[in-house]
């Protein structure tokens, strides 16, 4: 499966991402000057440290009376001028942009590049004045290095220089290329900001607010010519091939150390990392492939008859746009969604951000943090389905990272026991509220939402290790929404609460602050389900557990509103934007699972729910959407959704709430570029090809009418199932092989359940 273009890319939107987990790197592929964006993923500013500012505990405790007296905006105005003062998070930052120039004449024909997912590698061809060039270029995880090799049937001249990010200076040594720079000790940007004079970034000559260091290697092999150097960089004269190895590390020594005072040298650990650089390139990148498809190759997904694969990948989403027969494309964008999370989230790096790896901006969007009341959790949602458990390590990692800054945020902001987790995080760990207004920052429940896809990891694998791992983890988070819970007429409830960045009208104004709302409860009451069986696996025996137990028979249920769609909010109040891009009020129904044909009337409210809410949207919204309409089994409604979510959208246009969809390489578009909607929509196509949480496992409950036949092999259900699907037309035939001797119920699409025995390893057919 590749992605093919006739034309080299002009902006990053059109250039293709190689990674391996830790480093990344935007291609763009042109002949005449290539341009390389350059990443690694504990680049932020900042150091350890969450100064807490902002709304405090007396705050709260106003808004909650004027909650509970029904002044709503009272309520939200105390917060919002609280929150004045409040800091943000840091930003995730750019390592610089390496850019290649050929000297001389340069007359480019027969020009392709593609990305090919099989491989995780991007290749060029050109003619140059009749002489071919190809370019390639991987990065490997084994070896820790992005590797950049030109080979041409003439000898070539090339420059090649760094800038951008927050690089300081280069120099040779005789061998390698050595670049360096330094990360802001803070950045003082507000959301939405464009970068002015500089100022923005604070660089401090006290060393306790200095941003870490980092440095950037980049070997040259060549084939004949010589290599000189340049004030600016490197200048490789007359060569037929020239390998360039590229490593980068920084000062980050873990997320409570000080990147300056008390970080690492990046020039040891490159050192180290150098040991590997001398191998053959070919044998590099055939390690390089092995590894990455152990991942890759354990789903494999079939549809359409691959007309169109070959195709330049602008005029097949120009053909898509006309036509909207492309179930091949729809195979694409599925498989590039699993290609970018295994390219940039792997076993010990850092967790997925809102641009996954990829930054070119020195002020990107939304700080490229994690946004964790839906962003981050979606950008997980495929490694359960899609057999990548391993993937999800780093954001693993990061629940148990951010334990102690939240027991300590519980502390301060609610005199609670337990973790809370607001809804922007970045490499520090900061839990408290970020800055602006309550719409996003007042909502505590970031952490317990992650539980939720923590127990699923649970859930899929069945690995009772790993669910000893995030045990305390869900305890901490069950501990605080335990304690937060109090009495109302309808039960119990968090007091005051929003349901994140949406609002309603109250005396003409729009407003966050509610009594109650669903999205807060409905994470409660699944988080207290995960934590009840999760003490049972496991056999715990906690006073927490009687509690939790009690309090989840009393919670205030899910409600319908007189035209029967879910209430957002503890009572029917006039909406501000019926069409809001966030879908909270419906986390019962998905990612939660205590919404199901079981529950016909609240079902009903979510089908209803969704109408109304529409079928635009920002990318991630329209991701999430495709699999609520997949879980709603309406495979024609996912169907558009999916179409929808292919639209091409303009690099240049403007940030906005509508309008989602992809940019020329696929990257989502919300707009701008967040990587959620990529991998949410890979979550969605698996949702409609297989279902596991209702208690069966329903094959194809979702299927496209344009999926007229197909195949997949290898995704996962719950209860560590592995399952192979193939269809044509009504004509449906599946695998199960279980890892564990047990019984199932099955069902294929609308048909009765029938129950099944699976023996551990055996591969049983299903007809």
Not at 146 to 152: C, D, E, F, G
Request: net charge negative; glycine share 8%; hydrophobic share 35%.
């Amino acid at each position: 499966m590749k992605m093919i273009f006739e034309t080299p890319a002009t902006v990053w939107q059109e250039a293709f991402p190689l990674g391996n987990g830790r480093i990344g790197a935007l291609m763009f592929g042109d002949g005449e000057a290539e341009t390389l964006c350059l990443n690694e993923d504990t680049l932020w500013s900042g150091y350890p440290g969450d100064p807490r500012t902002g709304m405090g505990y007396e705050d709260i405790k106003k808004a909650e009376v004027y909650a509970k007296e029904g002044k709503y905006l009272q309520a939200a105005q105390v917060l919002n001028q609280a929150q004045e003062t409040a800091e943000d998070v840091e930003m995730y930052e750019p390592f610089g942009t390496v850019r290649i120039r050929f000297e001389g004449e340069r007359e480019i024909a027969d020009y392709q590049r593609e990305l090919d997912l099989e491989t995780a590698t991007a290749r060029v061809t050109y003619r140059n004045c009749g002489k071919s060039y190809e370019h390639r270029c991987f990065c490997s995880a084994p070896a820790q290095m992005l590797v950049y090799r030109i080979r041409a049937e003439e000898a070539f001249t090339i420059t090649v220089t760094a800038e951008g990010g927050f690089l300081t200076g280069n120099s040779w040594d005789g061998k390698i290329w050595k670049m360096q720079g330094q990360m802001p000790g803070k950045s003082k940007i507000p959301v939405g900001a464009k970068e002015g004079d500089g100022s923005e970034f604070v660089f401090s000559e006290n060393p306790q607010e200095k941003g870490m260091l980092y440095e950037g290697w980049c070997m040259f092999e060549t084939k004949e010519g010589e290599i000189l150097p340049t004030e600016m960089g490197v200048r490789c004269v007359n060569v037929h091939e020239i390998t360039m190895r590229i490593l980068i590390r920084s000062g980050f020594a873990g997320v409570s150390r000080h990147p300056y005072t008390d970080g690492k040298d990046p020039a040891k650990l490159l050192l180290q990392d150098q040991e590997r650089a001398g191998m053959p390139v070919e044998e590099l990148w055939k390690e390089h492939i092995r590894e990455y498809q152990q991942y890759f190759q354990r789903v494999k997904l079939t549809l359409g008859d691959g007309s169109r694969d070959g195709m330049d990948l602008s005029k097949r989403l120009e053909q898509y746009k006309k036509d909207g027969e492309d179930p091949g494309l729809e195979q694409l964008l599925f498989d590039y969604g699993r290609y970018l999370l295994i390219s940039c989230s792997r076993p010990g790096t850092q967790a997925a951000n809102l641009q996954g790896i990829w930054n070119c901006d020195r002020i990107p969007a939304w700080k490229s943090d994690y946004t964790v009341n839906i962003n981050t959790e979606m950008n997980y949602w495929m490694t359960g389905p899609c057999n990548l458990h391993e993937l999800a390590e780093p954001l693993v990692r990061m629940n148990r990272e951010l334990l102690e800054s939240a027991r300590e945020t519980a502390q301060k902001y609610f005199h609670c026991e337990g973790a809370a987790c607001f809804h922007n995080v970045d490499l520090w760990r900061k839990t408290s509220p970020a800055a602006g207004l309550a719409n996003w920052a007042f909502w505590p429940f970031g952490g317990a939402w992650m539980c939720r896809n923590l127990y699923e990891e649970y859930l899929f694998t069945q690995d009772r290790e790993y669910l000893q791992e995030i045990f305390p983890v869900l305890e901490e988070h069950a501990r605080f929404c335990s304690n937060m819970l109090q009495k109302t007429d309808k039960g119990l409830a968090v007091v005051p609460a929003t349901s994140p960045e949406n609002c309603f009208l109250d005396q003409g104004e729009a407003v966050p602050v509610a009594l109650y709302t669903e999205n807060t409860l409905a994470i409660i009451r699944n988080l207290f389900r995960d934590y009840l069986e999760a003490c049972e696996v496991l056999k715990k025996e906690r006073t927490l557990l009687k509690t939790i137990r009690e309090q989840l028979s009393v919670i205030v249920p899910t409600q319908l509103g007189s035209d029967g769609r879910i209430l957002e909010w503890n009572e029917e109040l006039p909406e501000a934007e019926v069409e809001h891009r966030h879908l909270s009020h419906l986390y019962e129904f998905h990612p939660g699972r205590g919404i199901t044909r079981k529950t016909p009337e609240l079902l009903e409210g979510v089908q209803k729910s969704l109408l109304v809410r529409g079928d635009e949207g920002t990318g991630w919204s329209l991701a999430w959407k495709i699999l609520m309409w997949a879980r709603m089994e309406d495979g024609a409604h996912a169907a558009k959704q999916v179409a929808q979510m292919l639209q091409v959208r303009d690099p240049f246009a403007e940030m906005s709430v509508q309008g989602g969809g992809v940019y020329p390489n696929l990257f989502c578009a919300h707009p701008p570029f967040q990587i959620d909607g990529n991998l949410g929509f890979t979550a969605g196509i698996a949702e409609m090809l297989l279902q596991s949480h209702g208690g069966e496992l329903v094959i194809l409950p979702a299927v496209s009418p344009k999926w007229k036949c197909g195949s997949v092999q290898g995704l996962i259900a719950r209860g560590a199932i592995t399952v192979d699907i193939a269809w044509e037309g009504e004509c449906v035939n599946c695998w199960l092989t279980s890892k564990t001797d047990q019984e199932v119920r099955v069902r294929v699409k609308m048909q009765e359940s029938r129950t099944v025995f699976l023996k551990a390893g055996n591969r049983v057919k299903f007809e």
